[in-house]
T-cell receptor, first 118, second 107 residues
Framework: KAGVTQTPRYLIKTRGQQVTLSCSPI?????VSWYQQTPGQGLQFLFE???????NKGNFPGRFSGRQFSNSRSEMNVSTLELGDSALYLC?????????????????FGAGSRLTVL | GDSVTQMEGPVTLSEEAFLTINCTYT??????LFWYVQYPGEGLQLLLK?????DKGSNKGFEATYRKETTSFHLEKGSVQVSDSAVYFC??????FGAGTRLTVKP
């Protein structure tokens, strides 16, 4: 079956611009979560969407937002970009939602979107 | 809140050396525990998991045992290969990840 698809894979923006990233989950997965990966901060949780509703949110400013569509595809948006937003943005899908303690709660990740802010 | 603490890297080993990457966690309840691996230029992928105390997860020669008494889930491999060079992440159910440990294996 097809994996998690993220687009675009690479992009370059300048400070003050905004960016939208897309994530298509595995068919049948209703949960999509987003992570920011940087060398200094590691992997940080942004938010999770489940059946079009935001269920969990990490500690990021309001410039970071997201949404999920009825087909479970998700987008995240970063407005007023700052240099510090340069990172690899990963999305992950799963069937039951990241809040479950079940061992079935395995995340399948996309390859990521690498954002460079100049 | 829940958290994961991983051994800081980077870790550099020679081929066939023994590997241990330490992971401890803080959590309410009884989470499932995971190790994910990220190869260069890729996203993370599941390496192994354990769902309850004393469970041992294993895959590709890697093993980790869920130790409730020490709240640990250390990753081990008896003989590493160059192809094991990657970043390894310990994680709890609930989407909480450690900072990652970069492993480089030299021939």
């Amino acid at each position: 079956k097809a994996g998690v698809t993220q687009t675009p894979r690479y992009l370059i923006k300048t400070r003050g611009q905004q960016v939208t990233l897309s994530c298509s989950p595995i068919s049948g997965h209703r949960s999509v979560s987003w992570y920011q990966q940087t060398p200094g901060q590691g992997l940080q949780f942004l938010f999770e969407y489940f059946s079009e509703t935001q269920r969990n949110k990490g500690n990021f400013p309001g410039r970071f937002s997201g949404r999920q569509f009825s087909n479970s595809r998700s987008e995240m948006n970063v407005s007023t970009l700052e240099l510090g937003d340069s990172a690899l943005y990963l999305c992950a899908s799963n069937r039951i939602g990241i809040g479950s303690i079940s061992g079935a709660n395995v995340l399948t990740f996309g390859a990521g979107s690498r954002l460079t802010v100049l | 809140g829940d958290s994961v603490t991983q051994m800081e890297g980077p870790v550099t080993l020679s081929e066939e050396a023994f590997l241990t990457i330490n992971c401890t966690y803080t959590a309410t309840g009884y989470p499932s525990l995971f190790w994910y691996v990220q190869y260069p230029g890729e996203g993370l992928q599941l390496l192994l998991k354990a769902t309850k105390a004393d469970d041992k997860g294993s895959n590709k020669g890697f093993e980790a045992t869920y130790r409730k008494e020490t709240t640990s889930f250390h990753l081990e491999k008896g003989s590493v290969q160059v192809s094991d060079s990657a970043v390894y992440f310990c994680a709890l159910s609930g989407g909480r990840f450690g900072a990652g440990t970069r492993l480089t294996v030299k021939p």
